[in-house]
Nanobody
Framework: QLQASGGGSVQAGDSLRLSCTAS???????ITWFRQAPGKEREFVAA????????WYADSKKGRFTISRDNAGKMVSLQMDSLKPEDTAVYYC??????????????????WGQGTLVTVSS
């Protein structure tokens, strides 16, 4: 079971750090952040491998978002800097064992956190 937290309301240019914690069986091969803005489809944001060695980002998030994992392997964080109003969305974490080429697809995951709302005002 996953628990996402850390969302809130901020101003453009601010930072937020989201966290995803796992209980029970823990994380799968990939731990992935998605987001869903109002009226839009859920989209891939970033992912990290279970060992923490490899990371992947949506092209538009590179340089502003950083995904990381704690040493105990029980929490994955998404550091979001220089936030923009277009970053406003509900952010979800998910985990699973898809093949690498499928890792960015929402349909690759069945284990989801409940979502945490990020609102960025201009």
């Amino acid at each position: 079971q996953l628990q996402a937290s850390g969302g809130g309301s901020v101003q453009a240019g601010d930072s937020l750090r989201l966290s995803c914690t796992a209980s029970g069986l823990g994380f799968g091969r990939y731990i992935t952040w998605f987001r869903q803005a109002p009226g839009k489809e859920r989209e891939f944001v970033a992912a990290i491998g279970r060992t923490g060695t490899n990371t992947w980002y949506a092209d538009s998030k590179k340089g502003r978002f950083t995904i990381s994992r704690d040493n105990a392997g029980k929490m994955v964080s998404l550091q979001m800097d220089s936030l923009k109003p277009e970053d406003t969305a509900v952010y979800y974490c998910a985990t699973g064992n898809p093949i690498l080429s499928y890792m960015r697809e929402t349909t690759a995951y069945r284990n989801w956190g409940q979502g945490t709302l990020v609102t960025v005002s201009s």
